[in-house]
């Protein structure tokens, strides 16, 4: 079982920035595909980005591409998300999620099992 805590949110306005950290322990960290997600309120949780074990292949949510940019570093156990260019209609609880039956490809429509307690991120306009 893997262990996951983020950090990272804030309140920015729309325009600006924020990154995202996603700070993992437990089984090899390298094992795992990552994923973010969000969820606003009175909506569902829903896809944002993944990473591959090795970090080559990524995916995006269609609405965030050419904004966000999803990286990690397997030697720090982190997976981030730089997040530029934010809307309103970003503000959500973001989450980062993985376990090790999931891809990075998978992630796009299926939720992984293991999940971090999420960080608020809101947008003011």
């Known amino acids: 079982q893997v262990q996951l805590v983020e950090s990272g949110g804030g309140l920015v306005q729309a325009g600006g920035s924020l990154r995202l950290s996603c700070a993992a322990s437990?089984?090899?960290?390298?094992?795992?595909?990552m994923g973010w997600f969000r969820q606003a309120p009175g909506k569902e949780r829903e896809f944002v980005a993944a990473i591959s074990r090795s970090g080559v292949v990524k995916y995006y949510q269609d609405s965030v591409k050419d904004r966000f940019t999803i990286s990690r570093d397997n030697a720090k156990n982190t997976v981030y998300l730089q997040m530029n260019s934010l809307k309103p209609e970003d503000t959500a609880v973001y989450y980062c999620a993985s376990d090790d039956k999931s891809t990075a490809w998978g992630m796009k429509s299926t939720l992984p099992g293991y999940w971090g307690q999420g960080t608020q991120v809101t947008v003011s306009s």
């Open positions: 437990g089984r090899t960290f390298s094992s795992y595909a």
